[in-house]
T-cell receptor, first 115, second 113 residues
Framework: QKEVEQNSGPLSVPEGAIASLNCTYSDRGSQSFFWYRQYSGKSPELIMSIYSNGDKEDGRFTAQLNKASQYVSLLIRDSQPSDSATYLCAVNSNRIKAAGNKLTFGGGTRVLVKP | DGGITQSPKYLFRKEGQNVTLSCEQNLNHDAMYWYRQDPGQGLRLIYYSQIVNDFQKGDIAEGYSVSREKKESFPLTVTSAQKNPTAFYLC????????????FGEGSRLTVL
C-alpha cells in the first residue's frame, strides 16, 4: 500500500463546476496535510495546508480533513480553465521527530477544466 | 526578491558522468530538500538538511550525494552510480525543522544520453 494515494485522473470538469479531489494516507500519526498545484513542466506551489479535522476555506479552495478515516480532500469551486493542472497531496510523516520533517507526496491528480 | 534558484534548468549528461545541480535560497530558511519527479509521478525525497553541515538520506538516496556548507546552498550531485538519472529534480526549502510548507525552485531537468 502506498503511503499517500490519489486517483491519477484526469478529472474532467466543466467550467464553473466543482472539482473534488481525494487523497488517502496510511500513517495514522500524520499531523499536517498539504495540497500543491503543479502546472505542466513547472514546479509545485502550495495552495492549501490543513492541520485539524474539518474544513478550511481559502477563496475558491476548500480543504477537508478526516483523520479517523485517513483522508483529505480538496474542493475547487467555480472551476476555471486556469485551474487545469496536477494537484499533489502531501502528508507530513513525522513519526520520528528526531528525523525531522519529511513530506510524502501522492502521485497527483490531473484536473482538466473544459470551457 | 526572495526565492530559490536552481541551475542549470536543462542538463544533458553522458552515461558514466557525475553532474552537480545547484540550489541557492535567499529566504533564510533552515531546511532544504531535494526531490525527484518522474513523468506522471509524484515527488520522491532524495536528501534533506535541517541545519548547516548536517543532512539525512531520504527515500531514494542511492546514487546521489549532497553537501550543506552554507545555509543558503544545498547542491546535489548525481553520480554515475545512479542507474536511471533522467528525471526532473526539484529543490525546496522550508522555514523551520517542523514546517511542512515547502517553497520550490523552478527545477532542473536532467537527461542522460
Amino acid at each position: 500500500q502506498k503511503e499517500v494515494e490519489q486517483n491519477s485522473g484526469p478529472l474532467s470538469v466543466p467550467e464553473g463546476a466543482i472539482a473534488s479531489l481525494n487523497c488517502t494516507y496510511s500513517d495514522r500519526g500524520s499531523q499536517s496535510f498539504f495540497w500543491y498545484r503543479q502546472y505542466s513542466g513547472k514546479s509545485p506551489e502550495l495552495i492549501m495546508s490543513i492541520y485539524s479535522n474539518g474544513d478550511k476555506e481559502d477563496g475558491r479552495f476548500t480543504a477537508q480533513l478526516n483523520k479517523a478515516s485517513q483522508y483529505v480532500s480538496l474542493l475547487i469551486r467555480d472551476s476555471q480553465p486556469s485551474d487545469s493542472a496536477t494537484y499533489l497531496c502531501a502528508v507530513n510523516s513525522n513519526r520520528i521527530k528526531a528525523a525531522g520533517n519529511k513530506l510524502t507526496f501522492g502521485g497527483g491528480t490531473r484536473v482538466l477544466v473544459k470551457p | 526578491d526572495g526565492g530559490i534558484t536552481q541551475s542549470p534548468k536543462y542538463l544533458f549528461r553522458k552515461e558514466g558522468q557525475n553532474v552537480t545541480l545547484s540550489c541557492e535560497q535567499n529566504l533564510n530558511h533552515d531546511a532544504m530538500y531535494w526531490y525527484r519527479q518522474d513523468p506522471g509521478q509524484g515527488l520522491r525525497l532524495i536528501y534533506y538538511s535541517q541545519i548547516v553541515n548536517d543532512f539525512q538520506k531520504g527515500d531514494i538516496a542511492e546514487g546521489y550525494s549532497v553537501s550543506r556548507e552554507k545555509k543558503e546552498s544545498f547542491p546535489l550531485t548525481v553520480t554515475s552510480a545512479q542507474k536511471n538519472p533522467t528525471a526532473f529534480y526539484l529543490c525546496a526549502s522550508s522555514i523551520g525543522r517542523g514546517a511542512g510548507e515547502l517553497f520550490f525552485g523552478e527545477g532542473s531537468r536532467l537527461t542522460v544520453l
